[in-house]
């Protein structure tokens, strides 16, 4: 009879209860593959003619009466008497333990798994023929639902990579190709992958130069030709091989993880991005998942070899492209992009010193100068700008929420006079909004003055984009709460002074009265009350409200800043295939909300809109007579006799242009 059922899983964590219920997932989770910090195996040393397969079969005699590993044991016991008799018949022994390697066999499977590895250990180079074979038998015994088997298949392939090391390492290759299924190019748990990870991670470790950088090429190129289905379980595995290799005890990392990093940049210096970010890049993802794996597990003392890294990596690529040397900025706005994750990352937990951060992302806006006046250099790179100048963006802004506020003071407002000269107002607006949203808590000190003097100054080009930006501050509440009344930016009602362009304020200056602010505010203001007075088709407007396409077919588009858009002030709906204009009520309205929060004088207000209501009057004045027309008409239809052609009057003559209207 076939032995069945396993035995009792026992406490092993201590305290009262002997016997203490764990899911399958806690089970797995307790799992750790590390043969790099075990010292030594639970074997004696053989005698001169004995062999470690001969002193596991031994040990298992007394620990596993299974009759599976009986019946094993009667066809090997003529093979294992001697290291002489396991060479000669190393065919023979490998054949009977594929045999038993399967899920049939599971209560001997725990030896089955210990004797491939003593086998290894004792035949060294001449188990090569048998490596695939036996890797390809253990690979599905990870997959097991009883955790002791996948601790145990898991424990042998790392042993065997071990026991193989010197002669799988100078091509490692193959042996990545064989795993690839485990690490997620086909659908596996995340246990599995993580096992797989452990157990390649050792003879990774051993890679130096230029094998190592072979290495790191063939991975990356596996993922790119990975089918997408799979993409993103393929990448986390990946993502925790590469992990696994520099990652240590105790929130350390290892002494390769600095060669490690510079070797995956390096093959994503030579990806190229397309697109408007840099996530949409494979390779990309992958260096920045492994670098936020990295920068979770190590406390702030051991990031610095990554910082350092990363720094170094920057510094060459800012100083090629400012000197005109390097052919491609691809490298820069990957650096970019990794630098601006990182800083934002646990809220900044893992940096230790803002300064050299700083300093970097002021090099980034000076390369940017040197870029804008330069322009033909890099003519054909527009996609890779347009990354430059959002991953820019977005390092400073991560910069602005983490640092403290003497950094701020000295260094930060540096960053912002840089960024309003060298950056579009789109992103200039970007930024704003992202810090209004998370509540900075210098955004009024800090933020305000510089948003109204770019609405001032970019007025006339993106009205539309600063309006639709001020009018979500304001909902917001930003200018309401306390110490945004200390700005002389904000008057006691909360609302905002909008100096004119040509208005310099002496240094001396105290704060202005009502009077003055009201004065220095007609710029902003009297192109607000003559965007509302702006004459739009009241009547196409009713049309169109009565045939609103369906909402599952509308995406917003967003407020243009073309000068089509700027003229009409109309924003777009998106729908499958066409474009369709929305009318301009909802500008507007806009208009109307950013009107109650603006400081200018009172008549010129009520002038505006007396002039807008009266305009809405006569647009609603000849909108209701034409309704009633068309009234007229339904009733008259409706009156007809029966049998007289419901399309004409009852006397048979033509209603000619009434009709056709």
Known sequence: ????????????????????????????????????????????????????????VSKWNELNCTKDYTEFLHRVRAYHQSLAQVLYHKDDIVCILEDYLSLEHELALEPMLDLVTTLARDLQEEVLPYYERLVRKIMPLIKSSTPEIVEAASNALAYLFKYLSKSLIEDLRPTFNLISPL????????????????SLSFLIRKLRGDALQKFVEHVTHALIECPTD???????????????????????????????????????????????????????????????????????????????????????????????????????????????????????ASVGDYKPLFQRCRQSF???????????????????????????????????????V????????????LAIVVELPSSIIAMALTLARVEWSQWCQIMLPYMV?????????????????????????????????ASSLVTE??????????????????????????????????????WLNEPIDWQEIAEQAQTIPSADRLEFGGFGDDSDTESTGSSVLRTAGSEFTVPELGLKSAILTMLAHVSMDANVLLDGLREFIEQLSSAISSISAGHTEDSAYLQHVAAAPAGCDAMGPSDGEIWGDEASK
């Open 230 to 348: 799979q993409l993103a379980g393929f990448r986390d595995g990946i993502a925790l091989l590469f992990f696994e290799c520099m990652r240590s005890v105790k929130s350390q990392l290892h002494s390769r993880a600095s060669g490690m990093l510079v070797a995956l940049l390096r093959e994503l210096y030579k990806e190229e991005f397309s697109g408007t970010r840099l996530e949409g890049n494979d390779v990309y993802v992958l260096v920045a998942e492994v670098l936020k794996l990295c920068l979770h597990h190590a406390d702030r003392d051991a990031s610095e070899q990554l910082w350092s890294v990363l720094f170094d990596q920057f510094d060459a690529q800012a100083r090629a492209v400012a000197e005109a040397e390097a052919v491609r900025i691809q490298p820069l706005a990957a650096l970019q992009g990794l630098l601006a994750m990182s800083t934002i990352l646990r809220k900044g």
């Open 1 to 56: 009879m076939k032995d069945t059922g396993v035995a009792p899983q026992l406490s092993t964590s201590g305290g009262a209860n002997t016997h203490r219920f764990k899911s399958f997932r806690q089970r797995i989770d307790a799992i750790e593959i590390n043969v790099a910090r075990r010292i030594e195996r639970d074997l004696d040393e053989p005698d001169e003619h004995g062999s470690y397969f001969s002193e596991a």
């Open 183 to 198: 690490l997620g190019i086909e659908r596996q748990q995340s246990g599995v992958r993580r096992f797989a990870a452990e």
């Open 406 to 417: 003497a950094e701020l003071v000295t260094v930060g407002k540096v960053l912002l006079d």
């Open 453 to 485: 003097r770019l609405t001032v100054a970019k007025w006339g080009e993106a009205r539309s984009s600063l309006m639709v930006f001020w009018v979500e501050v304001f909902q917001l509440g930003l200018l309401q709460k306390q110490g945004a009344m």
């Open 366 to 404: 000076e390369v940017a100068q040197a870029l804008q006046s330069n322009s033909d250099r890099f003519h054909d790179e527009g996609d890779v700008i347009t990354i430059l100048a959002h991953e820019r963006v977005k390092w400073l802004t991560g910069l602005l929420m983490q640092c403290n």
């Open 493 to 530: 009602r909360g609302q905002v002074v909008f100096p004119t362009k040509t208005a310099k304020e002496p240094k001396s200056s105290k704060r202005r009265s009502a009077e003055d602010q009201d004065e220095s505010t007609r710029n902003v203001a009297r192109e607000l009350i003559s």
